[in-house]
T-cell receptor
Framework: DTGVSQNPRHKITKRGQNVTFRCDPISEHNRLYWYRQTLGQGPEFLTYFQNEAQLEKSRLLSDRFSAERPKGSFSTLEIQRTEQGDSAMYLC????????????????????FGPGTRLTVL | AQTVTQSQPEMSVQEAETVTLSCTYDTSESNYYLFWYKQPPSRQMILVIRQEAYKQQNATENRFSVNFQKAAKSFSLKISDSQLGDTAMYFCARSSGYALNFGKGTSLLVTP
């Protein structure tokens, strides 16, 4: 399977514990995104990497959240001191940077999504 | 706050019929992209169709087509010849930099 993979698929934790999720993007994709999806809502953007550089962070990403992509390949998302409000599906997506017309900013390359990690905080 | 609005939380259509899902959005950008993503039950999201705002021609992908009204900031999805496998959540999204800004989704049920 050459798609985006995420581990674990499910995580149940107690309030106050730390959790870490992993995302493995499609191998040639150098952009990686994290989103959070709560029940009844669409995904909300959290952060984005190009290679190992974290280029954009949403205000949703509080100080308890940290994301890394140390070698420009897989990424981890850590939540410290989890709260019940952190319960959600955490989605990872990846895309390439090639293509597009010169002179146009933010050329869009399709984001391929992983299956998500469902976090339940008790 | 969501700036992409999907006003139909749930819709139902019979197999082989046509259904249209609505989406409106806010933006101050002149160049942006619009998308419809499909999320089947317990499966990952996949891109159905995309539209570049500077292109006036409506995008089509087989049975899926869009009606893009830039001035009205409207972007509806038409599914023709609906199939049982089209049952899913459908999310409208707008580009925001390199990220995507999603609506709350429309749950589509295709019945035999």
């Amino acid at each position: 399977d050459t798609g985006v993979s995420q581990n674990p698929r499910h995580k149940i934790t107690k309030r106050g514990q730390n959790v870490t999720f992993r995302c493995d993007p499609i191998s040639e994709h150098n952009r990686l995104y994290w989103y959070r999806q709560t029940l009844g809502q669409g995904p909300e953007f959290l952060t984005y990497f190009q290679n190992e550089a974290q280029l954009e962070k949403s205000r949703l990403l509080s100080d308890r959240f940290s994301a890394e992509r140390p070698k420009g390949s897989f990424s981890t998302l850590e939540i410290q001191r989890t709260e019940q409000g952190d319960s959600a599906m955490y989605l990872c997506a990846s895309s390439t940077t090639t293509g597009g017309d010169s002179g146009r900013t933010h050329w869009y390359n399709e984001q391929f999504f992983g299956p998500g990690t469902r976090l339940t905080v008790l | 706050a969501q700036t992409v609005t999907q006003s139909q939380p749930e819709m139902s259509v019979q197999e082989a019929e046509t259904v249209t899902l609505s989406c409106t959005y806010d933006t101050s950008e002149s160049n942006y992209y619009l998308f419809w993503y499909k999320q089947p039950p317990s499966r990952q999201m996949i891109l159905v169709i995309r539209q570049e705002a500077y292109k006036q021609q409506n995008a089509t992908e087989n049975r899926f087509s869009v009606n893009f009204q830039k001035a009205a900031k409207s972007f509806s999805l038409k599914i023709s010849d609906s199939q049982l496998g089209d049952t899913a959540m459908y999310f409208c999204a707008r580009s925001s930099g390199y990220a995507l800004n999603f609506g709350k989704g429309t749950s589509l049920l295709v019945t035999p």
